[in-house]
């Protein structure tokens, strides 16, 4: 199994030093690892520590044309929007589009929500996810938010699924595949249980392994990834970066 891609990479454009490498130093390493193509999706214009800024956009698109031409690597601009609203809202905006090669979407806590209502049902309520269990009617509300931002947007990969912010994966999953979107299998945070993966496995959802690397020598490390996929079975041909480049909504890859 050959990792072709790694498209969730952080890079000192997500602001206070969150991410530590330049465009550069991912790129070089994914040359060095044997990567044919990488995205720079650096958090949303909504975080409200580490977001890219909107005015960064063309110095972040001139240090990925110099970076591509020093690597011969594949770069995509992209951005690991947040989930802003219970209406399934993200912080993008039409003009973004011109210059997104591949939009990711998440859900982070530190996002600027659309009303205090929103942040106290998708923030507050979910901040001890990870010590209590939630309640149906939580993991219904998430569920629903994550279905109606996949019906509302063009997006290409949901990211870390479940962490922190517990849904019915499958029903989640299911609308991915029906929208073209690949389901995140995250290099630091897979949250699906083996059942959960054979079923999603079972109803053709299509996968994509990721690093979220905020350093750079972190890109292109996807071995939790790979293993699950190796212990359970799932079929390379539903993993789109492994033994080839996967196909985004601006039909970028092979």
Known sequence: ?????????????????????????????AAD?????????????????FS?????????????????????????????????????????KEEDYEFLDILLVGHHRFAHMNSLRDKALLNWANIYSEV????????????????????????????????????DTIAVAKMAKQKGVYVELNGKHINFTDEEMQIMASEGVKFIC???????????????AMNLIYRLGIPLSQVGNIDKLPKFHKKRGN
């Open 210 to 224: 990721d690093s979220d690397a905020h350093r750079p020598e972190r890109v292109g490390e996807v071995n939790s």
């Open 52 to 92: 890219v800024r909107r005015n960064k956009i063309p110095q972040l698109q001139e240090d990925i044309l110099n970076a591509k031409e020093i690597t011969g690597v594949d770069i995509l601009l992209g951005v690991e929007a947040n989930l802003i609203s219970l209406d399934g809202d993200i912080d993008i």
């Open 1 to 29: 199994m050959l990792l072709y891609g790694d498209y969730h990479t952080h890079t000192i454009y997500s602001r206070f030093n969150h991410g530590k490498g330049t465009v550069l130093e991912n790129a070089s390493v």
């Open 33 to 49: 690892k044997g990567l044919k193509q990488i995205a720079i999706t650096d958090h949303g214009f909504n975080h409200e520590f």
């Open 132 to 167: 209590f269990r939630p309640s149906k009617e939580r993991i219904n509300r998430n569920t629903t938010a994550f279905l109606k931002t996949l019906d509302k947007y063009p997006i290409d990969i949901i990211t870390h699924l479940n962490y922190g912010f517990e849904t």
